[in-house]
Structures are given as structure tokens and as C-alpha cells.
């Protein structure tokens, strides 16, 4: 068997063992999507958000990228932030990076990585806001997991940045945001920041008429 009919096989399996626990499972999932959470999170094939979270299709709405950015031209991302609040109207936005990132352990090389230098350009934008406190960490794999948290910090500033949550705080009154970092050898998520509604921004970024 090929190693992606594999996976159409136990797909068939998920499928009937969900229907064993619950006979209606897929019907109540299919009529409506209600979930409470948007995720940001990275591509890394081994953080994915249900799974170590514990929760079950229709729980959590997800966007991943390389490194969990939150670039506020990026219309992909644009567009689930739009969709989650506006429509979805999710309680709570969490950023989830994760220790052992390849794109932050990239963008702190010199390589060029071609088309990936667009990308991990964003990443060594917040490296230089941070530049004098990670430079000061002894060892490399300090300096990669210090950028690696302030980095989904500064991706939780960036969405607070943007027009669509600021006009949500405002007539809506959510969602929260939360910062995370998954441990790959721990399995454990330390929280990095929470940042409740309505909390004073930088007013450059401020909109006074939304
Ligand atoms: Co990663």
C-alpha cells in the first residue's frame, strides 16, 4: 500500500469509530460551524492545534503559516480574521508558536532560502525590535526560543493592530487574544501573553472611526 492510500484507509476508520460513539456526529457537524476559537498557529506538521488541545472537529477555526505570522498584508490571513470574527464571531484569537521553529531558526541566519526570504523577512523584523535582549542569551537555542516568544507577542500586537479587531472590541466587545508556546518535547503549551479586550495600543495604529 502506498503511503497516501494509507491515509484514505484510516480515514475510513476515524469515520466509522466516530459513528460508533455518535450516530449523529457528522450530521450535527455538517448542518452548522460554531466554533469558539480562532487558531494561528505554524505549519510544522507536529503542532497541530485539535490535537493538542483536545478538541474535536468544528471547536477550533484554523489558519497556519511558517511561524505563525500575523503579516497585516497577507490577504489569506486578512480574510480568516475577517471570517472569524465577523462571521463565526469567535470568543478568543490564540496565537500558538511553538520552541524548535525551523522558520524562527532560519530568519537568525544569514542564508538566503529564496522565495522564503519574503516570509522570513517579517520574522527578522521582530528579531531587530528585540535585537539587545535575545543577543544578550548565551546559547543559540536560548536566542532562538526567546525570539520564538516574543514573536507570537508581537503577532498578538499585530492583530490588535488591525482594523477588524479593533472595530469587533468596539461594537462587539470580543474576542480576546492569547499568546502561546507549545513545547515539542514537553507537549506542553506555556502561555506567553493574554491580551483582554480593550487594552490601550500604541495609538499610531489606533482608528478613531470604526
Ligand atoms: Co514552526
Known sequence: MKSFEKLLLENKAWAKEKLENDPDFFNNLAGI????FLWIGCSDSRVSANEITGTQPGEIFVHRNIANMVVHTDLNLLSVLDYAVNH???KHIIVCGHYGCGGIKASMTKHSFG????????????YRIYRKEIDAL???GEKVNMLTELNV??????LIQT?????????NGYPQIHGWVYG???????PIIDIPVGTHLDDIYEFDDL
Open 163 to 171: 482594523s477588524i479587531v479593533q472595530k469587533s472590541w468596539k461594537h
Open 153 to 158: 507577542k508581537e503577532q498578538c500586537l499585530n
Open 138 to 140: 548565551h546559547s543559540e
Open 184 to 190: 515539542l518535547s514537553t507537549g506542553i503549551i506555556k
Open 115 to 126: 522565495i522564503l526570504n519574503k516570509w522570513l523577512r517579517n520574522i527578522k523584523d521582530v
Open 88 to 90: 463565526l464571531h469567535v
Open 33 to 36: 460551524q460554531n466554533p469558539e
